[in-house]
């Protein structure tokens, strides 16, 4: 059985934005209480005290959720909400798609946000209120198209710690080459997170930093399908729509996405305990 779990937590501090993203999708379950405060931390994160309660909250509903035999999809929200999932799975690995790395260090000329930084984060390359929870060998990124962005600005990236494939590579990968390129995160339990900043400007505008390329819904649908039909997986977080900027108007798309996805878990579930 699938339990949706409502995380309307917003990396800026507010509770306008992608905060307002489950609320727009209209998904019945748990909804984690998250702080509204903007305020930068000692480890120079915005709205940093929040983050941390944030993660053990997730944390907390993911593990009951998992005692209850059930599973769990987290909806965004910010990208950080994946971290409570990985704090709730030993030794997890990770399929991350998303169109940024999101390994920055929030140094005072970057925003500063969690979501700019939560995969630095989980692997331990960004210092946070947040310890790390997965070994760099066993995260797999796909769809990251800022390489040129993090160079200008002088931040290191971690394409040399995880197995990472950029849009262009995905978009046109077999699906022998999604699941041998995703073998590294799925030899036990992994945990699927998807950003939807990774598709495409036309198949998605409302996202708060859009960039040229990226994935269209359909490419979208056939990678998180191959994936989940690997063995391992244990939930998963889609995250990243801004109904502000389109008053709503993604959402049934989004939540029909979203409607799939938890589908296809389940019968993976169901496939898991049928084997011998």
């Not at 779990?5 to 379950?29: K, Q």
């Not at 769809?143 to 971690?158: H, L, M, S, W, Y």
């Not at 978009?171 to 799925?186: K, R």
Request: proline letters at 7%; hydrophobic letters at 45%.
């Amino acid at each position: 059985m699938i339990r949706y779990v409502n995380v309307p937590f917003n990396s800026a501090g507010f509770s306008t934005g992608v905060a307002r993203m489950p609320a727009s999708l209209g998904f019945e379950g748990i909804t984690v209480p998250v702080s509204v405060d903007p305020s930068r931390g000692v480890h120079g994160l915005i709205a940093e005290p929040g983050l941390g309660r944030m993660v053990a909250d997730v944390e907390k509903v993911v593990r009951e959720t998992f005692i209850a035999g059930d599973i769990p999809v987290l909806i965004g929200g910010d990208c950080p909400i994946m971290l409570g999932a990985l704090r709730a799975i030993d030794d997890p690995g990770l399929v991350f798609i998303d169109g940024h790395e999101d390994a920055w260090q929030p140094t005072p000329d970057v925003r500063g946000e969690a979501s700019d930084s939560e995969l630095g984060i989980a692997i331990g390359t960004v210092r946070s209120p947040v310890m790390p929870m997965v070994s760099p060998e066993r995260v797999v990124a796909l769809g990251p198209r800022d390489a040129d962005e993090i160079t200008q600005f002088g931040q290191e990236r971690v394409d040399h710690l995880v197995l990472m494939r950029d849009d262009v590579w995905v978009n046109n990968a077999s699906v022998d080459e999604l699941v041998a390129t995703a073998a590294a995160a799925t030899a036990s339990s992994w945990w699927l997170h998807v950003d939807l900043d990774v598709l495409s400007t036309d198949a998605l505008a409302a996202v708060d930093y859009p960039q040229p390329g990226g994935l269209s819904w359909q490419t979208l649908q056939h990678v998180t399908d191959t994936l989940i039909g690997t063995t391992g997986c244990r939930g998963a977080s889609v995250v990243v729509y801004n109904p502000d900027l389109d008053e709503g108007a993604s959402s049934p798309r989004i939540a029909a996405f979203i409607r799939r996805l938890s589908e296809k878990l389940a019968d993976a579930q169901q496939l898991e305990g049928a084997r011998p």
